[in-house]
């Protein structure tokens, strides 16, 4: 049973098939997501406090990260593994951005994920042309909390949307293959998808994003606290693990999540 590739992704979002990503941090939850028919398994710094308990991303470390790609490539045959740069692995210089993500590909990723615009373009180019495939992250940019002034909706002026659209170009000339955008007005999440070739993966950013991704911990309603708007817990409808991430795949292919009530 083989892998799913950067070509079978590709060949969905040219269908206009909606992409489906979960964020998950282990084997079982790898296991339970890709039986699910979940296209990407995602392993995110949010681990940092999912995990182990932290007010942010920001205390993860590569070895963090190499340690639950390990794990959930373990637990899976068939699902497109994307690994998160944590903060501080790439920022320094592209040759820091590569023996960072080498470290991850080594663990089993397919592909690495980083966050910013087009400051990272030459992190994007000079890890690509070395074989290893960039998925970027635009908008809420998790790491950047400190400086964004907490988790906070972005892209809602005319200048921070059109900021973001040149971004967004800016990383797919420069080689990047998929974009997750977080936490952006329902119609900017439009208008960026309409103006890129390559997939972006919505979190709170509308229905019209080629997929959507959702923390397993938030979808099965185990992480505790305040929930974003755009978090829908599957566990309500699907009684268990298994029959929610079967529902949150269903819903995302049909088109019927996220809902208005998940939009900015």
């Known amino acids: 049973m083989m892998r799913m590739t950067l070509k079978d992704l ?30 990407i398994l995602f392993i995110g710094d949010s681990l940092g406090m999912t995990v182990q308990g932290h007010d942010s991303p920001l205390p993860v470390t590569v070895d963090d990260m190499v340690y639950h790609t390990r794990a959930v490539v373990r637990g899976s045959k068939q699902g497109f593994v994307i690994s998160d740069l944590p903060f ?13 993500a080498a470290q991850l590909m080594r663990a089993g990723a397919n592909m690495v994920k980083l966050e ?21 992250h635009l908008g809420l940019t998790p790491q950047s909390y400190n400086a964004l002034g907490g988790f906070r909706v972005q892209g809602k002026s005319d200048e921070g949307a059109q900021q973001l659209i040149s971004d967004a170009k800016t990383l797919q000339s420069a080689g990047m293959s998929m974009v997750v955008l977080e936490a952006v007005p329902a119609t900017l ?20 994003c080629s997929g959507q991704v ?11 606290g305040k929930k974003a708007k755009f978090v829908k817990n599957f ?26 009530e998940h939009c900015y």
């Open 88 to 100: 501080g692995a790439y920022h320094e210089s592209p040759a820091q951005a590569f023996h960072s």
């Open 10 to 39: 590709a060949k969905k979002f040219d269908a206009k098939e909606k992409i489906t990503m979960v964020t998950i941090y282990d084997a079982s939850f790898a296991t339970a997501a890709e039986q699910a028919g979940v296209d």
């Open 116 to 136: 910013g615009g087009a400051v990272m373009a030459e992190a994007v180019e000079f890890l690509v042309k070395r074989g290893i495939p960039v998925c970027g």
């Open 189 to 208: 999440g439009k208008q960026v998808t309409e103006s890129l070739t390559m997939p972006t993966i919505g979190i709170g950013a509308g229905p019209d």
């Open 214 to 224: 959702l923390l397993a911990y938030d979808l099965l309603d185990i992480f505790p």
């Open 235 to 260: 566990m309500a409808t699907g009684g268990n693990v298994s029959a929610a991430f079967a529902n949150f795949v269903k819903e995302v292919k049909a088109g019927t999540f996220p809902g208005p």
